[in-house]
């Protein structure tokens, strides 16, 4: 049995809570990264199986793919707009495979009572709609969750997004002030290295993303 541990079940504070539009509307995965990132750590680690968790999961899509590729998988959404109307996976997968909770705050992932550490966690443009006061609090939970040499892989946009007045996205910057002033501010204390994204495929991105990749290494 999975459970997630957290004192935080839903970021009630998020505008993406607030003003649901991609956790309302939003499944995206893709089967070429699914294959990729499965030969990348048998490859490079040795592993058929991974564990495998997506933060922000919206409909939850990716974490069952991997799921269906015999893994260990989870997905984490911060608003439970998708339990209560039933959408996409979660009628099916909620409580144990998708769970809620804020992605700021601490949270523990248990297979049975054992803490699980992750391959590879991921995040497809969610990382812009955290406050820049909480991206250190994020990094640092992403950092607790990894296995060494554990990896992170997101894409990050870098335009402002608002949607009826609420304004989603909440860290705007630049790719250029992400890497050269805001990286190195909110990974301190983390663990985590930055490296360049080497992969083919992506789940999310486009002209006003980029993609990044962090590694656990300690």
Same mark, same amino acid.
């Given at each position: 049995?999975?459970?997630?541990?957290?004192?935080?079940?839903?970021?009630?504070?998020?505008? *993406?809570?607030?003003? @649901? +539009?991609?956790?309302? /509307? $939003?499944?995206?995965?893709?089967a070429?990264?699914?294959?990729?990132?499965? !030969?990348?750590?048998?490859?490079?680690?040795?592993?058929?199986?991974?564990?495998?968790?997506?933060?922000?999961?919206?409909?939850?899509?990716?974490?069952?793919?991997?799921?269906?590729?015999?893994n260990?998988?989870?997905?984490l959404?911060?608003?439970?707009?998708?339990?209560?109307?039933?959408?996409?996976?979660?009628?099916?997968?909620?409580?144990?495979?998708?769970?809620?909770? *804020?992605?700021?705050? @601490? +949270?523990?992932?248990? /297979? $049975?009572?054992?803490?699980?550490?992750?391959?590879?966690?991921?995040?497809? !443009?969610?990382?812009?709609h955290?406050a820049?006061?909480?991206?250190?609090?994020?990094?640092?939970?992403?950092?607790?969750?990894?296995?060494?040499?554990?990896?992170?892989?997101?894409?990050?946009?870098?335009?402002?997004?608002?949607?009826?007045?609420?304004?989603?996205?909440?860290?705007?910057?630049?790719?250029?002030?992400w890497?050269?002033s805001?990286?190195?501010?909110v990974?301190?204390?983390?663990?985590?290295?930055?490296?360049?994204? $080497?992969?083919?495929?992506?789940?999310?991105?486009?002209?006003?993303?980029?993609?990044?990749?962090?590694?656990?290494?300690?």
């Amino acid at each position: 049995m999975t459970t997630v541990e957290t004192n935080y079940p839903v970021a009630y504070d998020s505008p *993406d809570h607030i003003m @649901p +539009y991609g956790t309302a /509307n $939003d499944n995206y995965t893709d089967a070429n990264f699914v294959d990729e990132l499965q !030969e990348y750590f048998k490859v490079n680690y040795g592993l058929s199986t991974i564990n495998f968790m997506d933060l922000g999961c919206s409909g939850g899509q990716l974490a069952i793919d991997f799921l269906n590729k015999g893994n260990f998988s989870v997905g984490l959404e911060g608003s439970d707009y998708s339990v209560h109307h039933k959408r996409a996976n979660w009628p099916q997968y909620h409580n144990t495979n998708l769970f809620t909770a *804020d992605i700021t705050k @601490p +949270y523990k992932v248990y /297979n $049975d009572g054992t803490r699980v550490y992750f391959d590879l966690i991921t995040s497809w !443009e969610v990382v812009e709609h955290i406050a820049d006061e909480d991206l250190n609090p994020l990094f640092s939970h992403i950092s607790d969750n990894l296995k060494v040499g554990g990896i992170f892989l997101a894409s990050v946009c870098f335009i402002e997004d608002v949607i009826n007045g609420v304004r989603l996205h909440q860290s705007v910057h630049s790719k250029e002030e992400w890497y050269n002033s805001v990286l190195p501010r909110v990974l301190e204390g983390t663990n985590l290295e930055v490296l360049p994204y $080497d992969f083919k495929y992506n789940v999310r991105g486009g002209p006003m993303s980029f993609h990044l990749m962090l590694r656990k290494t300690k």
